[in-house]
């Protein structure tokens, strides 16, 4: 295999269609565990660390995504929190303490459920929200990798992974160390995770939404804020989740 976008393509279409076919059972029952706690007017909380932090953009305030939605990241400690910026750095998602503060920061309420993203699925902060979400009773939707979680020994006191906790995992397919394409001299290029953990996690809200319909409710979905009376309709439905919903940050 040589290095070129026309191989790298070729490695996303086979990751695609192998999690795309692995998954399908999983998906629903993420996505039966989402439907039943919108249905119960709760709200999915994201949260994801590094770059895994696109995942719950994905799926927190997008056009064609759930409005009853929240974002956690890292950097809520600083902007909601008011603990210095220093504190945040590229080892922060290491230290299971700061679990506790993102927790108690978020707008959650007992119908709520979560959504976590780690594509290592080892990191203490992570494993350590998992833990508080399960102890609180939470459902818990997980999206890791099975291959790279599976080579790495965990980060968290307890010995336990992501996967180890979440009532459902997704395997985005990636390989250890995430990036497909090796090179001449060691290493490789071309990482996938991001994009298979998108693809699960619309596929997750396209089958939420079709639970909701075929429950005969209307989905409170989003418009894109840049059409027009996207900003009108959008309000509507936010109005519905004062308080419990961040947008933002």
Request: net charge negative; proline share 5%.
């Amino acid at each position: 295999m040589t290095v070129s976008a026309e191989d790298y393509l070729a490695v996303v279409t086979e990751t695609i269609g192998r999690v795309a076919a692995s998954q399908r059972e999983a998906v629903g029952r993420a996505a039966d565990l989402i439907a039943e706690a919108v249905r119960a007017d709760g709200v999915v909380h994201a949260f994801g660390t590094g770059h895994s932090e696109a995942l719950a953009m994905e799926i927190a305030g997008r056009a064609g995504g759930l409005v009853p939605t929240n974002r956690i990241a890292l950097r809520d400690l600083v902007l909601l929190g008011g603990e210095p910026a220093d504190r945040l750095g590229p080892l922060l998602e290491r230290d299971p303490a700061v679990a506790h503060r993102l927790y108690e920061l978020a707008p959650v309420r007992p119908t709520d459920v979560f959504v976590l993203a780690s594509n290592s699925g080892v990191n203490g902060a992570m494993v350590e929200f998992a833990t508080l979400v399960k102890e609180h009773g939470h459902g818990l939707v997980a999206i890791t990798s099975a291959r790279h979680s599976g080579r790495m020994a965990s980060r968290h006191p307890s010995g336990r992974k992501l996967s180890d906790l979440a009532d459902v995992v997704l395997d985005n397919g990636a390989p250890y160390g995430d990036a497909t394409l090796p090179l001449p001299g060691g290493g490789a290029v071309g990482a996938v995770s991001s994009i298979t953990a998108a693809l699960l996690a619309q596929q997750v809200t396209v089958e939420v939404v079709a639970r909701l319909l075929a429950a005969g409710e209307r989905p409170p979905v989003y418009l894109s804020a840049n059409i027009p009376d996207g900003d009108a309709h959008n309000n509507e439905l936010e109005a519905r989740y004062a308080g419990r919903i961040r947008r933002g940050s």
